[in-house]
């Protein structure tokens, strides 16, 4: 007799036999025993979790007789099959006429259909019912499930469609609400590990309980997989070690990854760059040590959470002690970000290639990872510097919401604003300020950009004629926000194109400072002059000159070196307190 592959041979023959499904073996059993069998299923969920397997046990079920076996004052009802019936025999070989089971990855065409059509009115040849397993349906073509439409809802009473698939997605609605929908799980890691216990004792297999939680924790959920690397490993010849079973699945060595693990946690770059290309040496998939590392770092997470979660982390129980101690040095901020990059650069070697460049690139972002600040401890420390702004009276900063009254506030900003009153879009950065590096001085007035309340017109405003523009300009300019004035040319003149459209003149370098809201603003400044709408246009000026440096600074600040402004940037005493409070060095100065 030929040899029988593992998961082949420990294949379930019995509802009972099935691992991890109870809830859809349940409902089955409940139905044959209730003789309210459906006439169209559809199982769908992970591979390897037994949807092909359930739907011939169902089917052998459902045709044994058998099932009803006779006493002499009664008759038992059974809903598994005997497995010793000539019925069973020939389904558990799939030999038998009437359970017919189809790929419709190779067979998606109307063709199939139409043939399947035809023969569903044909009598069961010897079972009592015909059955036909559907395998991965959702490969059929939208033809094939149109043709497929009315027979699958009103099939004979003699004919079950039991369709399986990975993505349910892909299957029409108008085909999954004419079925019972079962949906199948990821098996738990115990129960894995207790069939391959099982099989292991069985087969004379010598493998510990670390080799086996090695092996599920590669399944990945589906017994079929974990079967097959157990049969796999076994094939070694040897007693199943740890060393044996990543060596011979391509794992990275478990004492390499935890030096590379190490390297990352102690930010050990030179160290963990050696690490990788020992594994590379090794023909490590560095995929998989990937994945490896972010398991590691996950259970670290979970134990730096709550030393109480270690009956979710996945590693062996023996390492959970050492773990434990790791977690308790880590933050979870820093623990989370890890995770991040590690799936960020698994992300990107499935999509880009080039596995250890793309690790070595991790590495390095991680070496240089510091320690993140928790949102509270950053909103206490704003606080703290808008109070040192506030009683050194700096009005740069003091006239800034505070990060509390931000909050309290947040209701009441939803409200329609007035519409005198133009929202501020300042700097994001209070600390920073794009005025003083080009050599401007402090900027002090960063009040809200509102119409100045002298604009307003009253009953014995006098409106002015547009046309007049060139000369109540400056009267208007002084109303200006100050980066708005610091972007035009000294000396320009705006004009006047039209009835409305006034074109101001600007050096295309410094568009950017000019907002949207800026030209709004400018806009309804003279609207309440000239008592009509007017439209705001931005035009290039070829006579700009170095307007944005004041006339009072010296031109050799225009000339410093970028160290010249670093070390005037930290004399700064605005910028040395937030240094200071913040424990940061200025990088580098624009």
Known sequence: MSYEVLAQKWRPQNFSDVVGQEHITTTLKNQILSERIGHAYLFWGPR???????????????????????????????????NQCEFCHEISHDRSFDVIEMDAASNRGIDTIRDLR????????????????????????????????????????????IMATTEHAKIPKTISSRCQDFDFRYLEDEKIIER????????????????????????EGCLRDAENLLELVSATGKDLTIEVVEQTIGL?????????????????????????????????????????LISYFRDLRLLAIDSSLSEQVQS???DIPRLKQKAEQMSVNRLSRIIKILMHTNQDIKQYGYPQLQLETA??????????????????KLSTLE?????????????????????????????PENRGTVPEFGDINPAYDNNRHKGLPRTENREPRTIPAD??????????????????????????????????????????????????????????????EDQKLVADILKQEVGKPVKIELVASDTVSESVVSEDVPKETKQKTPMMRRVDAQEDPQLKTVLDLFEATVVDTQ
């Open 118 to 161: 035809e023969n569903v009115k044909l009598s069961p040849a010897t079972c009592t019912y015909k059955i036909y397993i559907i395998d991965e349906a959702h490969m059929l073509s939208t033809e094939a499930f149109n043709a497929l439409l009315k027979t699958l809802e009103e099939p004979p009473p003699h004919v079950i469609f």
């Open 196 to 219: 391959l216990q099982l099989i292991a004792q069985e087969e004379g297999i010598s493998a510990d309980l670390d080799v086996l939680t090695l092996i599920t924790r590669q399944s």
């Open 387 to 415: 109070q040192k702004f506030d009683s050194a009276g700096l009005s740069a900063v003091s006239t800034q919401p505070s990060v509390i009254d931000r909050h309290q506030s947040a209701a009441d900003s939803r409200k």
């Open 455 to 516: 604009s307003h017109p009253t009953v014995s405003h006098r409106l002015r004629d547009l046309k007049d523009l060139p000369s109540f300009w400056d009267e208007i300019k002084s109303k200006l926000p100050v980066m708005f004035k610091h972007a035009l040319p000294e000396g320009s003149v705006p004009t006047v194109n039209g009835t409305n459209t006034v074109e101001i003149p600007c050096s295309p370098s410094n568009f950017f400072m000019i907002t949207d």
């Open 252 to 292: 990275g060595s478990s004492s390499l990854l935890q030096e590379l693990a190490e390297a990352i946690t102690e930010r050990g770059l030179a160290k963990g760059l050696k690490t990788l290309s020992n594994l590379t040496k090794q023909g490590t998939d560095l995929s998989q040590c990937l994945d490896q």
């Open 48 to 82: 390897g979790t037994g949807k092909t397997t359930i739907a011939r046990i169902f089917a052998k079920a459902v045709n044994c007789p058998n099932r009803i076996q006779e006493t002499q004052f009664d008759s038992i009802k059974t809903a598994e099959p005997c």
């Open 363 to 380: 590495l390095i972002q991680l070496n240089s990872l510091e320690e993140g600040m928790p949102l509270e401890e950053i909103i206490g």
């Open 316 to 318: 062996p129980k023996s």
